[in-house]
Nanobody
Framework: QVQLVESGGGLVQAGGSLRLSCAASGSIFSTMGWYRQAPGKQRELVAGISRDSSTNYSDSVKGRFTISRDNAKNTVYLQMNSLKPEDTGVYYC???????????WGQGTQVTVSS
């Protein structure tokens, strides 16, 4: 059974930093990453990382966020620096399995950036 467990969200002032973690279990994963959903908006891609650590970022977070992963631990991280109020939202971890490319999602973790 595949499970994704996120941690690390919280409340931070603008300009601050947070680090999100997502521990996956139950399979071997190719692409992993993070989406976010702000109130009243659609879910959007924040960053993704392949198994060989190729990365992609949304333009809104480039230069501020860094995604990384530890394949031995099946864990993906998102280091978020210089946070802005517009970064506020629920952050969801996702992972694609190597065998079937099926996608799985975490339960979401709230990030709130105060101005």
């Amino acid at each position: 059974q595949v499970q994704l467990v996120e941690s690390g969200g919280g409340l931070v002032q603008a300009g601050g930093s947070l680090r999100l973690s997502c521990a996956a279990s139950g399979s071997i994963f190719s692409t992993m990453g993070w989406y976010r959903q702000a109130p009243g908006k659609q879910r959007e891609l924040v960053a993704g990382i392949s198994r060989d650590s190729s990365t992609n970022y949304s333009d809104s977070v480039k230069g501020r966020f860094t995604i990384s992963r530890d394949n031995a631990k099946n864990t993906v991280y998102l280091q978020m620096n210089s946070l802005k109020p517009e970064d506020t939202g629920v952050y969801y971890c996702y992972a694609l399995t190597v065998l079937s490319s099926r996608s799985y999602w975490g339960q979401g973790t709230q990030v709130t950036v105060s101005s």
